[in-house]
Structures are given as structure tokens and as C-alpha cells.
């Protein structure tokens, strides 16, 4: 890893102890027994995270959480403390903190809220890159087409980022939903703010709630460790839920209460958190359908598909098979260093014959395999699976 960890700590035997538990997992560790070396530190070099006590000798942790917090407010820091209270909890939080663990420190937990944050900065990092790429303004240009449904979602787009109306996607696996979702938030007010795509398909069903809602410490007993869910990660900004159809009946009513109060209730909390979001959710099934079965609440859909768009396949829009195919070759001849230059008709004939099950996605990396295997200026038949090639 080349994650950098500053851990201030003045007691002796929990300082050496994390510095060693990080750096069996990967991380550059420095650590230090005071906020003064840290603070000379910090601003000599860049840290991906901070690890601080709250009782320090001379500055505090928190004077030292406001002042990283004031020279760099992207920072991400963590604050550790023996004495739990709410006053300490809400006084960390509002200064800045990413979070706040209570000693005695356990291993596995500290290690499990250092990978989550430094996610979220990693997260946060991709977010200034996409705003950067896509400048920051209607660039609607990585949405490629002709077709009518193609230009029709794209005019919908432009007027969709000013309002603060949730979105939903139907459309099969790889049509560019996460892409549409993307440029939805890049173009939007909340730009500068978190985009959080949450794929539920990835993520093991018995971590839904977890993931989404968070935890707090009472929940596991003998736990010390707090959770921020994804859904408070993304306050302020936009949360793209990729397989929204796939929740359980008691999730999908915490999704609703998140939706109508605008609150997120972590598990094992009590009080609700406040969060602003726009939620952008994708389905490769019809909801009305699931809601007409009794698999999908009807209250929840109504709040999901203020604005519903229907992303087609890629079968059905094979007059964009040309302009999608040119994107990904000049993209990946760029990227691999090649000289590709046109791509051959008879290519173009065997993917204007073939049925694209996999999309957009599935043309994109077609499109970087031939690009990487050819030695040549041209992407021929013979640079195409067999799949896609006539028998």
C-alpha cells in the first residue's frame, strides 16, 4: 500500500502497538507522542489519514483536529479517547472528525474504520478527478448517440441537474446507468459534494443494512466502534443505489423513512442523523411489475421514480454500434500507446449482427482487447472473439 498513516499517541505502549498493527497491514506509518511534531509534520508532507488521541501534552487533539481541519479540509482524521460521552462524540464530529473510536482500542475494529475511511477518501479523490474530467459544467459528451431514446435522455439530463428530484433507471446490465448517474451529479449543484455509487449486488445481502445505514457501538456488544453507513458518507451529495429491487421488505421501509425524513437511522441507533441527498436508483426489472406482485413497497417506488428513465439496449440502438466503437478505440489506442487508426467495415457488419447481452460494457471491452492485442492501424475481424465473429 502506499496509504500514509500519522498517528499521534503520547502513551507509550499504544503508540508503538498501532504503529505496528498498520504497518503489518501495508500502510507507511509515522507516529508521535505530541500535536507539535505532528503539526510540523502534517504540513512538511501529505497524509491519506490521521490517527490522533484527544488528551494530548500541550495541544489537544481537537485544537490539532481544528487545525489540520482549517489548512486542509479534505484531511481525514480519526480521534481516539478513553472517556466516552455525547459531549466529546458531537464536539469531534462538528470540528471535523471523520470518526471516533472509545479505548480501550481493539485491533480488528481499528483496522476495520481506518479501511472504511481511507475508502471514502479515495472516494472523495475520484469524485475532484470526474468533476475535473468532466468540467464541472453540462458536459453531457461521455453520454454517445444518436439514437431518438439516446438524444431524449440526454435533453432529460440538462433539466433533471437543477431540480433536487430522485431519478431511477431501468435498463439491463451494462447500458451506461452508473455513467448516466455520474453525469447527472457532475453537472448538478452538488458536484463538489460526495457521489456514492453503491452496487447491492456486490456487497453480500447480510451487509446491506451495515453498509448503508452504519452501526453504532451499542449495537455489537463489546464493541467500541461507531460505523458511518454510505448513506451519511454521501450527505450533501448524491447516492447512486445500483439493484435497488434486490432490498428486503425491512429495508426497503428504512430506505423509505431515509427518503421522507431525510434522516438515517444507523442499526442500533436511536436517533436519526440528518442527511441531504439526492438518491439515484437503477433496476434491471420493471419496479411497477415487482410492486403489482407485492415485492417492492408502492409507497417507496412512488418516492424512487419522481423522473424515471428507460435506458434501451445496446441491441435496440445499433445505428450508435459506429460512434461507440470509434469512442472506445481512440480511447484505448491513446491509453495502450497505439497507433489504430479506423476500424475495418467487416467489423462493423459482425457487430451490427450481434445481439450485445452485455451492452455498452460488453463492446467496451471488446473494443480494449482488440486494441491491445493489434499491431496494426486497423481493428480487423481477426482482432474480435469468436463470439462476435461469424462461424
Partial sequence: MDERILIIEDEDTLRESLSRVFTREGYQVVAVNSAEPALELFEEGSFDLILTDIILPGITGIELLKRVK?????????????????????????????DYIVKPIIHEEI????????????LQKENVLLKKQMGGSYDLSRIIGQHPEILQIIARVKKIVETRSNVLFIGEVGTGKRLIARAIHFSSPRADKAFMP???????????????????????PGSNLTTRGLLEEANGGTVYLNGVELLSPDLQLKLLRVLEDQEVRPVGGTQGIKVDLLVISSSNLDLGDLVKDGQFREDLYQRLKVVTLRIPP??????????????????YAKEFGKTIK???????????GYDWPGNVRELRAIMERASLITGEAVIGPRHLPALVSPA
Fill in 70 to 98: 482549517e489548512a486542509a479540509p479534505e484531511q481525514v482524521v480519526i480521534i481516539m479517547t478513553a472517556y466516552a460521552s455525547l459531549e466529546t462524540a458531537v464536539e469531534t464530529l462538528r470540528s471535523g472528525a471523520y
Fill in 111 to 122: 483496522k476495520q474504520i481506518v479501511k472504511n475511511a481511507l475508502k471514502v477518501r479515495a
Fill in 198 to 220: 453503491v452496487n447491492l449486488r456486490a456487497i453480500p445481502a447480510g451487509r446491506w443494512e451495515e453498509e448503508l445505514f452504519g452501526r453504532t457501538k451499542e449495537s455489537f
Fill in 314 to 331: 445496446l441491441r435496440d440502438r445499433k445505428e450508435d454500434l459506429e460512434l461507440l466503437a470509434r469512442f472506445f478505440m481512440r480511447r
Fill in 342 to 352: 479506423d476500424l475495418d467495415p467487416q467489423a462493423l457488419e459482425q457487430f451490427r
